[in-house]
């Protein structure tokens, strides 16, 4: 069954602007990743973090974990255009390490 | 180092007739995965295969799917007797270990 689901279902957002998509999940995990997903393109990896990491950091991008809530956001600051796909979460279980994606967001971008 | 590769990257097969999926890792990973990816909604695992093994195959549908790994060569995913339903989008992703996964740019498949 589907495990991460991402909310909002979709974002449209100006240049410039920050956009910050939710991931929540129902079993434990070992791992939390993001994906983003261009349009008929394959999925490009983003992040991942750890279960036992809180927060991780690459360029504009800034993921939190919450493994008490079982939630994790993705954070784009100062979009661009050019960010304009859709993201998924991805959550490896823990013990049989299955990977589950989420449904994804489509974020626009709007110069 | 090139990425995920698979082929083809667009297949039509007439119901009845059988599908193969070609996906070739990413040089010096041995985990495979194989998800089905239907309009509108996300990526649903099928099967994660190491060299010559089925680990998990929990997604696969019971019949007419099988995957494979062998020690040489790409991996293969195989449908039979394909359907109207099996049209859909089919990504591998490889990666070295347990963790980070690399993602193939999916062979759409179309049943007709």
């Known amino acids: 069954s589907q495990q991460g689901e991402e909310d909002p279902q979709a974002l449209s957002i100006q240049e410039g602007e920050n956009a910050t998509m939710n991931c929540s999940y129902k079993?434990?995990?070992?791992?939390l990743q993001w994906y983003r997903q261009n349009s008929g393109r394959g999925l490009v990896h983003l992040i991942l973090?750890?279960?036992?990491?809180r927060e991780k950091h690459s360029g504009r991008l800034r993921v939190t974990l919450d493994t008490s809530k079982k939630s994790s956001s993705l954070l784009i600051t100062a979009s661009r255009a050019a960010d304009t796909a859709s993201y998924f979460c991805?959550?490896?279980?823990?013990?049989?390490?299955?990977?589950?994606f989420g449904a994804g967001t489509r974020l626009t971008v709007k110069p | 180092n090139a990425g995920v590769m698979q082929n083809p990257r667009h297949l039509v097969r007439r119901r009845g007739q059988e599908a193969r999926l070609r996906c070739s890792p990413m040089?010096?990973?041995?985990?495979v995965y194989w998800y089905r990816q239907l309009p509108e909604e996300g990526l649903k695992f099928m099967v994660y295969?190491?060299?010559?093994?089925?680990?998990?195959e929990s997604g696969m549908p019971k019949e007419r799917f099988s995957a494979e790994f062998p020690k040489e060569g790409p991996s293969i995913l195989r449908i039979q007797q394909v359907v109207r339903g099996d049209s859909a989008a089919y990504f591998c992703?490889?990666?070295?270990?347990?963790?980070?996964?690399?993602f193939g740019p999916g062979t759409r498949l179309t049943v007709t």
């Open positions: 992703a490889s990666s070295s270990d347990s963790y980070e996964q690399y």
């Open positions: 079993t434990s995990i070992n791992n």
């Open positions: 973090i750890r279960s036992n990491e």
């Open positions: 991805a959550t490896e279980e823990q013990g049989n390490n299955d990977m589950r």
């Open positions: 040089k010096g990973h041995s985990h």
């Open positions: 295969l190491q060299k010559e093994n089925i680990i998990d």
